[in-house]
């Protein structure tokens, strides 16, 4: 660990790291103090509770806002949708430990679920107004609503489990362009 990191950063890339690897709730905080090379109580200076350490990471999990601009091909709902999917994986590639960390601690603890939740619904919302910018007037009278929401829980389960299967660039491809045939 880079000694020149500040401390409270130090410590919550151990904590990401022990809590990945041993889970949440058998990560002792000295043992996040040794790997962030910081004493412990350096790490309840920063963070009171060790739960305060899940929310911390529970913030740094990439946002699903991405600017329409970047991702719409006008005329092309499949091809918008897959140019927002392929910015949302880079987004969670960036932090694979801290993704697995999140959906693992999600059963248990309710302040990760929240979070999850809300990140979900940030998702459908671009969704949709991909969507909708991609599709012009042509989808504005169908259920962007539904599609919307799909395409969320189709981006959610790759993220969880479905980013590990060899054929999951092919299958997503397939259900974006379900999607698009349906709305067009």
């Known amino acids: 660990m880079a000694t020149d990191e500040p401390a409270r950063e130090r410590i919550l890339v151990a904590a990401e790291a022990l809590f990945a690897e041993l889970g949440f709730d058998a990560t002792p905080t000295s043992r996040i ?13 920063y963070f009171t509770r060790k739960h305060d350490l899940l929310t911390a990471l529970v913030l740094r999990l990439p946002t699903g806002v991405v600017d329409p ?15 927002l999917v392929a910015v949302l994986d880079a987004r969670l590639d960036a932090s694979p430990l801290l993704s697995h960390l999140l959906w693992r601690e999600a059963d248990t603890h309710p ?18 107004e991909v969507i ?3 599709g012009g007037p042509a989808v504005a009278d169908k259920d962007v609503d539904s599609a919307a929401a799909l395409v969320a829980l189709a981006v959610s389960y790759r993220h969880s489990v479905a980013r590990h299967n060899p054929d999951g660039d092919r299958l997503m491809d397939r259900e974006l362009a379900f999607v698009a045939g349906a709305l067009a």
């Open 33 to 45: 103090a040794e790997r962030a090379g910081v004493p412990k109580g350096l790490v309840h200076y």
């Open 111 to 128: 302040d990760v679920r929240d979070a999850l939740h809300e990140r979900h619904r940030a998702v459908v919302g671009q969704v949709r």
């Open 132 to 134: 909708l910018a991609a």
């Open 69 to 83: 601009d970047e991702v719409v091909v006008a005329g092309d709902v499949a091809a918008s949708l897959g140019k």
